[in-house]
């Protein structure tokens, strides 16, 4: 059979490209072919139209909203999460090939030809469509929190050159901005440090809206994204900040999607998109967030910030156990994201300084997520014997995924082997977490890995952090695998993991 397929994950840049790769290689394997169009982080080439008109069924293995759905009206469909197309891609070929085989088993008059595509607020079940319509803002806010926090880190390093020490951060905080930008000069590293600084500041000032903004584009598509940055926007004004955010952008989309399913006159349809529904939806948007929730869910904020600067010793230690422990813990799946999204949308707090605690999160966060590639990595090596020869073989490519921060880099391990290899990432993850907090370690940048070490406050921290999760991780999965009756190298075929 020929089949079209659909990949993405929120950050679009790990699980998108393994779903599309297992969902070919195990088409092609088993005779059918799988053209894959993929919605990652550096945009999508659509697929051809001819190719999907040949195509008998198509899979959507997307966290996010499938782009342009309706171009596969009419096929037979199967909706999945993006990392059951990694886990178990033979499944979900078998479920396509039962869903066209039941289509043909249809009457002529009864099958779908153009059906529309599910609507975006009914598809999917409900925990499911949550869950992509946050994952969809969050995705499109991280790169402009990557580009501001390392500006903002670019301009911190800069500072502490050009006022001569490490009170250069407090002074290119404080200074006047307007005054150097109006008299520029191109060869003070101090006047470089402010534009930096304020730039970065303009990005991260986007962080809310188009957190907002986008998860209305989820939930009502175009006529969600006006009422969701005005609501992002209010958010911001007001103080109530990531929190505000999420809260305006699900009130936005719904409000924008049930404006949008009006009944109007044919005269009025065409001025709904430009004119009624942006007006209506950001007024009452507007309403909401500046004179009924605002300041409540701003209070709720300022409550989360004192708590964070409040933790000490061994509160803010478990504190990042837990973060680290649940980035190792499912290893990109909804958990991790819960974490990562904590770390992340706590850059958005307002008026962060070097020390805010939100950047000690962060670290703790990106951290806890090397933790898992880099150690089984490490244990292909100490104890090659215990994995198979594809494991091995793995294991050289999870070094680069491990220290460039893509979790997912253990996946294939995981897969093979879950209790012992998510037991291990998690205490492992949860020792890096912890001892990053402890350390006082904080990154202002969202992602990177080793390659933003120099933004890193406390880099020997962070060093310390990351070889003490990799050791315990390491330590324990060669630990637990040598509980198995049968050593790997001895079983032949036996896949790591599975007793003979």
């Not at 905080?173 to 590293?189: C, E, K, N, Q, V």
Request: charged share 10%; with cysteine; aromatic share 6%.
């Amino acid at each position: 059979m020929r089949f079209v397929a659909v990949t993405s994950c929120p950050t679009g840049i790990a699980h998108t490209y393994m779903a599309a790769e297992a969902l070919e290689q195990t088409g092609k394997a088993q005779g059918h072919e799988v053209t894959v169009e993929t919605q990652g982080s550096i945009g999508s080439e659509p697929l051809d139209p001819a190719v999907i008109a040949a195509a008998d069924g198509v899979i959507f293995a997307a966290d996010l909203e499938v782009k342009e759905r309706d171009r596969f009206a009419g096929l037979p469909t199967v909706d999945v999460g993006v990392k059951r197309a990694v886990h178990d891609p033979a499944a979900v070929l078998a479920e396509a090939v039962a869903a066209v085989e039941a289509a043909a088993a249809l009457p002529a008059a009864e099958r779908p030809v153009a059906a529309p595509a599910p609507s975006r607020a009914t598809s999917a079940s409900g925990a499911t469509r949550v869950r992509q319509w946050l994952m969809t803002g969050v995705s499109h806010m991280i790169p402009f929190v990557a580009a501001g926090g390392i500006l903002i880190a670019l301009s911190f390093m800069l500072a502490q050159v050009a006022w001569g020490g490490a009170e250069g951060a407090v002074e290119v905080t404080g200074a006047d901005a307007a005054a150097i930008f109006a008299s520029f000069d191109p060869l003070s590293l101090q006047h470089w440090s402010v534009v930096l600084l304020k730039t970065g500041q303009l990005a991260f000032g986007f962080l809310v809206p188009v957190l907002s903004g986008y998860i209305a584009y989820a939930i009502a598509d175009r006529p969600g994204l006006v009422p969701g940055f005005v609501g992002g926007a209010a958010a911001g004004f007001i103080g109530a900040g990531f929190l505000g955010g999420l809260v305006t952008g699900f009130a936005a989309g719904f409000v924008a999607l049930w404006i949008s399913r009006w009944k109007v006159a044919k005269g009025v349809r065409g001025i709904m998109p430009v004119v009624v529904i942006p007006l209506l939806s950001s007024l009452v948007i507007g309403v909401l967030m500046l004179v009924l929730l605002g300041r409540p869910i701003a209070a709720a904020m300022d409550g989360l910030t004192d708590w964070l600067g409040g933790l000490q010793g061994g509160s803010i230690i478990l504190l990042g156990a837990l973060l680290g422990a649940m980035m190792g813990f499912d290893l990109g799946g909804p958990v991790n994201k819960v974490a990562y999204t904590f770390g992340v949308t706590g850059l958005a707090t307002a008026g962060l300084t070097p020390d805010s605690p939100q950047y000690k999160v962060m670290a703790a966060v990106m951290l806890g997520g090397m933790v898992a590639p880099l150690a089984l990595a490490l244990a292909t090596v100490v104890r090659p014997r215990l994995f198979t020869e594809v494991e091995r073989e793995n294991g050289k490519a999870a070094w680069l995924l491990g220290a460039s921060f893509i979790s997912e880099g253990a996946i294939p391990f995981a897969a093979a082997d879950p209790w012992r290899v998510i037991l291990a990432s998690t205490v492992g993850s949860a020792v890096t977490g912890a001892v990053s907090m402890g350390m006082g370690v904080s990154l202002v940048a969202p992602h990177g890995g080793v390659w933003v070490l120099p933004l890193v406050g406390n880099a020997l921290g962070f060093v310390v952090a990351i070889l003490a999760g990799v050791a315990v991780a390491c330590a324990l999965v060669v630990l637990l695998k040598q509980t198995r009756r049968v050593p790997v190298a001895a079983a032949g075929p036996v896949l790591a993991g599975q007793d003979a």
